[in-house]
């Protein structure tokens, strides 16, 4: 409503003339009943107002929340004396910020409009609050609904923050890569593109009800002059500018922008005046903007203490000739006393008439209340941070991996595969030192890292020569390089000259974190790649890129060398598919429509309390149709869930390593079904269990009990850690892990391996789930090996396969903040777990167990899953045979659902309120459950693939019971099924 109100308000309100079309269905002959309020409003307040007072409502100043007291006394005199109609914030941090706009709001007689360069969100001016991208970047991105995504978030930061008006989006065409100011602030060259995303943009910002701002109006992209330090002059005809730079903003007019920010440009084309800027030129302003265009809503100067018309109108001249040109609102005047004092004088003298200055005030008035500013209120500073960066590191994890363009890929260098016995470098260029990348390539594989910076030209042959010698393939990352172009972005001719050597002269990526411009530099590159920005995300991205667990989808924005112009861009790296590529799911005979019920659900989850956060996956035909996550590490941990969270898998480690293995040594012939657990296990026999058939075992009917109680075994009378077992120090005698600071006797494995064998069994034939039966199977797999079934399952399936985050004791990988925390136990362990296993008896044998202990991303899970869909085959190695997955995978027993090792949809589904483990899964489907909130199920007749992951756990253990009784796994299990047509 407010967007749509803003549209008819400032339509209405400028000087008779009758608004330009519109986005919404609002009748602008018939005013409104919320304008007829609004025109009383404003209408009240201008009766109040004095001439002067009237004259600062049009003017913006500046203000900071990192700055002293002198500078707050004199925001506050500007607003409490002179009454100023606005706050233009700069650098700060948001509960400062917010707390001054309380602070200047409740000093002010009229409300102020409170406004802020945000152009790739608050993170542009504010610490402490995650960025998005820039707008070049974005430039590179193919899907609009993102774009749409961030206008929508970056409106939600600024109303949370009490901003009613964004500077933003930048709708210039960069169109000159020697551009100083604009560049990587432009959606691109494209004039198609910067209106489409310049759209897409606006029109999420003010659906939040936030004033978008489309700049530099006429056109800043083809100028090699900075307008804050001299007026840019653009030598262009008007049938050029029609063609091009106006084209953008023409579009936003159309579509309903709320305000255009005029630049300090000398366009003779326009106005012949010299040095006449267009901010100050009335046929710019009023003939072209106003009169052209159709434009009616409220038009910024842009600052006015830019050299570019301060270099020639002084003592409140400029603006005095801003009003007179057509604009609406003056932005950071020189001096506001000396601003008023040459208005009023101005009017005075009959230069400007008091009825133009009354109407821009009403104006000015009329937008405030459909900002909701006749009723404000002020800004919340409890939890501002964690608001405002709620929904951004996730959102800005989907652009990023949007845009990530490769641009060369000769003799298909790209993807590299993990797998591979090869010397391989990481060479960084233009940092010190502790690159991000350098981490993120050795979770794929052994890489070794130089870095080279401000280095002489004989330092950059030596550091060649060494590479070439002692390694198969490099990686050259250029990093750490200014975003602008002067002196060639920073980038020394030494480190040009050796990017070109060693892509020239050996195998090589080059990697360009940065603005895209500077790949000019080493354009021949024959595996090159653009990552846009320097960070750890991009970093990330880029990684998954190089080896193949994530497809490129971006495209140049602009025109970098003559070979990669703009729209270049790989997107399929045909020769090796060790990965699942992303597609979007109407390709795949899905409707997108029906797959926000799975959003639905999953958020509704989050909202009865239960999971703080989960983790989504959808595969059909070997292709991601459907990858989010939802939600918060833990209720207080606000940072998001992301798609690259690892998860404790809990017993969906049962099939996903001890059942894979099992499989494996079935068909190599190590390991027999009909066999016994003594024929592996000597231990047993003499028991028992000896007798127990391995397969009877897999399919849980050997007569385990469930568990055994440990606690009665670890713990003292008063529920604490016995300290003959455990101690708060590592040494040679106690050397279990089983959670920070906490290490259990080595040789009470015994003892516990005593317990198990001299368990109760029930020898009456039946099924009863137990984890006594996988963790022996995993001991079988140990004994069968002579490895440790850690290292056995990392060799055989997870390294050769490409899953980097899958495996136990993630800690040894990972840091703690990018796993998932479980429960906060109150005995026992008596500490919040996060990156130690759950399950109590996992943790007592070091982490590593049968039943037990393996944690992954929902990503890697998918590759495999999709190993077995494939018959066993992944990248043209044989895992599995596929006579072996059948067995294993079909219905096993007529005493349970059970397969050999997976569990299986109930045979009788008819007729149960929750079925499981969903309505519409066919028998054929396979997979597991996980106590910590997990599951993941393949279904062959559908070719589908279903992962969730969550920490429903998190923070009181097994008492949330809310995932299940919901049925959230497998409503959301029906919802992918529903958007097939099943």
Partial sequence: MLSIALSWLLGSAAQGQQPAARSSAVN??????????????????????????????????????????????????????????????????????????????????????????????????????????????????????????????VGEQCRRMGIQINFAPVVDINNNPENPVINDRSFGENKYRVARWGIQYMQGMQRMGILACAKHFPGHGDTNTDSHKALPTINKSMAQLHALELYPFQQMVRAGVAAVMVAHLDIP???????????LSYKNVTGLLKGELGFTGIVFTDALGMQGVAGYFTHGQASVEALRAGNDALLLPQDVDESITAVRAAIGKGILRQSEIDARVKKILMAKYAAGLSQWEPVETAHLVEDLNSHTAALKDSLCRASFTALRNENNMLPLRAEKKEKLACLIIGTA??????????????????????????????????????????????????????????????????????????????????????????????????????????SRIAASVIFGKTDPRGRLPVTVCPGLPSGKGLTDFASYRGYLPYVPPEKLGMNPALLKEVDSIARDGIARGAYPGCVILGVRDGRIFYQKAFGTFSYTDKRPMTTETVFDLASVTKICATTLSCMRLYDEGALRLDKTLGDYLPWLRGTDKARLTIKNVMLHQAGFIPDFPYRELLLTDDRQPNTDIFHTVRDSAYSVRVAENMYMRKDYEDTLKAEIRDSKLNHRPGYVYSDIDFQLMGYIVEEITGLRLDEYVRKTFYGPIGMISTGFLPRERYPPDEIAPTECEKEFRMQCLRGDVHDPRAAMFGGVAGHAGLFSTAYDLGMLMQMLLNGGSWNGRQYIKPGTIKLFTDYSTSLSRRGIGFDKPEKDRSGDPSPYPSAKCSDQTFGHTGYTGTCVWVDPQYRFTYVFLSNRVNPDG???LKLSHMDIRGKIQDAFYTAMGR
């Fill in 28 to 153: 602008p002959g018939k005013e409104p009943a919320a304008s007829s309020a609004a025109r009383h409003w404003a209408d009240s307040v201008f009766r109040t107002l004095s001439p002067e007072q009237r004259i600062a409502q049009l003017i913006f100043v500046r203000a900071y929340s990192n700055q002293g007291a002198a500078h707050v006394r004199e925001v506050t005199r500007l607003v409490r004396d002179k009454h100023v109609g606005g706050l233009v914030f700069f650098q700060g941090g948001p509960v400062r910020q917010a707390s001054l706009t309380n602070y200047y709001q409740r000093l002010a007689k009229v409300p102020l409009f409170v406004s802020i360069d945000g152009e790739w969100g608050l993170g542009m001016r504010l610490d402490s609050v995650i960025s998005f991208p820039r707008q070049l970047q974005l430039g590179a991105v193919q899907d609009s609904s993102l774009i749409y995504r961030m206008g929508v978030a």
């Fill in 269 to 279: 084309a326009i106005d012949k005046r010299p040095h006449r800027p267009t901010s």
């Fill in 433 to 538: 030192g502790n690159h991000p990348l350098v981490q993120e390539l050795k979770k794929y594989r052994s890489v070794d890292a130089y870095y080279f910076s401000g280095g002489t030209y004989a330092a950059g042959a030596a550091l060649a020569d060494r590479l070439k010698k002692g390694y198969d393939r490099v990686i050259v990352a250029v990093t750490g390089y200014s975003r602008y172009p002067a002196h060639n972005y920073g980038i020394s001719q030494p480190e040009v000259q050796l990017v070109k050597q060693l892509t020239q002269e050996m195998p090589s990526v080059a990697v360009a974190f940065g603005n895209p411009y500077a790949i000019r530099n080493f354009c021949e590159a024959p595996a090159l790649l653009a990552a846009y920005e320097d960070d750890a995300t991009m």
């Fill in 958 to 960: 097994g008492a949330n």
